[in-house]
T-cell receptor
Framework: QKEVEQNSGPLSVPEGAIASLNCTYS??????FFWYRQYSGKSPELIMS????GDKEDGRFTAQLNKASQYVSLLIRDSQPSDSATYLC??????????????FGRGTQLTVWP | NAGVTQTPKFQVLKTGQSMTLQCAQD?????MYWYRQDPGMGLRLIYY???????DKGEVPNGYNVSRLNKREFSLRLESAAPSQTSVYFC????????????????FGPGTRLTVL
């Protein structure tokens, strides 16, 4: 069973601060990692993908991957109240009988207060 | 391009009733998935279809059946609903990675909120 663990939260930050969301995974062969955002009552929406060690930036979002430590994180700079949502970390099985399946963490609920 | 669509959006059933949740995608994706999401449990995979004509069990298949009707449609059936199946159900689809598709991940429909009394 592939495990994906996220810091349980909830996480609360003031507007303008950096929100840091963390995720660890158990499957050493995974090569594909994703962050989804889920607003209350809505479906998960892909916001970041990362495949290589290091940082990947997209606007106010930065994903960081360290395969040796089996760790992936999401930083949200200049947090806005509209960033308040649950963030799901997902790891894709890249080989074997479960190729293509995503394994999700339970999510971290983020609240950004004005 | 509607993406992934699901019907119905809401449903209330009595214990023992049956129903089928419908899912369709117009993105020419090969793989389709059914999840349930419960508070504190995250997303759990019920069944998936890697390609047209194939289906496989996920983590929590008991009490459900699926049909991959064609490349576009993947339905989930509850034969005899139980209160434990009260949940939000999401369908998702995934493309095959090609030179034109760089992000090989799943895209979700809007969900069906199911209550079993």
């Amino acid at each position: 069973q592939k495990e994906v663990e996220q810091n349980s939260g909830p996480l609360s930050v003031p507007e303008g601060a950096i929100a840091s969301l963390n995720c660890t995974y158990s499957d050493r062969v995974s090569q594909s990692f994703f962050w989804y955002r889920q607003y209350s009552g809505k479906s998960p929406e892909l916001i970041m993908s990362i495949y290589s060690n290091g940082d990947k930036e997209d606007g106010r979002f930065t994903a960081q991957l360290n395969k040796a430590s089996q760790y992936v994180s999401l930083l949200i700079r200049d947090s806005q109240p509209s960033d308040s949502a649950t963030y799901l970390c997902a790891v894709k099985a890249d080989r074997g009988s479960t190729l293509g399946r995503l394994y999700f963490g339970r999510g971290t609920q983020l609240t950004v207060w004005p | 391009n509607a993406g992934v669509t699901q019907t119905p959006k809401f449903q209330v059933l009595k214990t023992g009733q049956s129903m089928t949740l419908q899912c369709a995608q117009d993105m020419n994706h090969n793989s389709m998935y059914w999840y349930r999401q419960d508070p504190g449990m995250g997303l759990r995979l019920i069944y998936y279809s890697a390609s047209e004509g194939t289906t496989d069990k996920g983590e929590v298949p008991n009490g459900y059946n699926v049909s991959r009707l064609n490349k576009r449609e993947f339905s989930l059936r509850l034969e005899s609903a139980a209160p434990s199946q009260t949940s939000v159900y999401f369908c998702a689809s995934r493309p095959i990675l090609t030179t034109g598709i760089r992000i090989d991940t799943q895209y979700f429909g809007p969900g069906t909120r199911l209550t079993v009394l």
